[in-house]
């Protein structure tokens, strides 16, 4: 069956250190993948795009990494800052069935300590 | 401008009534999703509005669930009669363009809570 797997429900770091968190997929070809940040009370916003043939995305802080060979996306925060302290969500999009069909993980709960 | 607009922002009622959630997206999208959200089962698509027809509905749980797009700028979801586990987040989401790998742009959501 298809499975989007983020890595884990919660990661807490230290201040000023690289967060990494998993995407993993099974099943699935997709076409690209985003990066959404959720904070409590508020719907998701975007963050990045990669499509298949990309290996990797950066915007400021962020690097997002795609490998289809391992089905995996990684995201990165590099000098993490409390204010990143949120849920992050990934979101596949499928080659066939409608376009803008977004299927989306459970997401992992950043915590960045003081 | 405003970002996609969704009201009510909370709702609160009791197993049978109908509820009705709205939503206006961002003017000039194309497209628009209805979205629901619990901790159980994540982030799950309803169903997706292209230049106002429906596209895909497949993820609409039940009869009990529809949704109308009359116009480019407004968009309804209806649960008829609503129960108890429709209890969620649900958010409406709109993108740019129609059938292209966009960004979607999320409202605040309706908390929705039935008794």
């Known amino acids: 069956s298809q499975k989007i797997e983020q890595n884990s429900e919660a990661l807490n770091i230290q201040e000023g250190k690289t967060a990494t968190l998993t995407c993993n997929y099974t099943?699935?070809?997709?076409?690209?993948l985003q990066w959404y940040r959720q904070d409590p009370g508020r719907g998701p916003v975007f963050l990045l795009l990669?499509?298949?043939?990309?290996k990797e995305k950066r915007k400021e802080r962020l690097k997002v990494t795609f490998d289809t060979t391992l089905k995996q996306s990684l995201f990165h925060i590099t000098a993490s800052q409390p204010a990143d302290s949120a849920t992050y969500l990934c979101?596949?999009?499928?080659?066939?069935?409608?376009?803008?069909?977004?299927?989306f993980g459970k997401g992992t709960k950043l915590s960045v300590k003081p | 401008d405003a970002g996609v607009i969704q009201s009510p922002r909370h709702e609160v009622t009791e197993m049978g009534q109908e509820v009705t959630l709205r939503c206006k997206p961002i003017?000039?999208?194309?497209?628009l999703f209805w979205y629901r959200q619990t901790m159980m089962r994540g982030l799950e698509l309803l169903i997706y509005?292209?230049?106002?027809?429906?596209?895909?509905d497949s993820g609409m749980p039940e009869d009990r669930f529809s949704a109308k797009m009359p116009n480019a700028s407004f968009s309804t979801l209806k649960i008829q009669p609503s129960e108890p586990r429709d209890s969620a987040v649900y958010f409406c989401?709109?993108?740019?363009?129609?059938?292209?790998?966009?960004?979607?742009?999320f409202g605040p959501g309706t908390r929705l809570t039935v008794t």
């Open positions: 003017s000039g999208h194309n497209s």
């Open positions: 979101a596949l999009a499928t080659y066939g069935g409608s376009q803008g069909n977004l299927i």
């Open positions: 990669i499509r298949e043939n990309e």
């Open positions: 099943n699935y070809s997709p076409a690209y």
């Open positions: 989401a709109s993108s740019p363009l129609a059938g292209s790998p966009n960004e979607q742009y």
């Open positions: 509005f292209n230049n106002n027809v429906p596209i895909d």
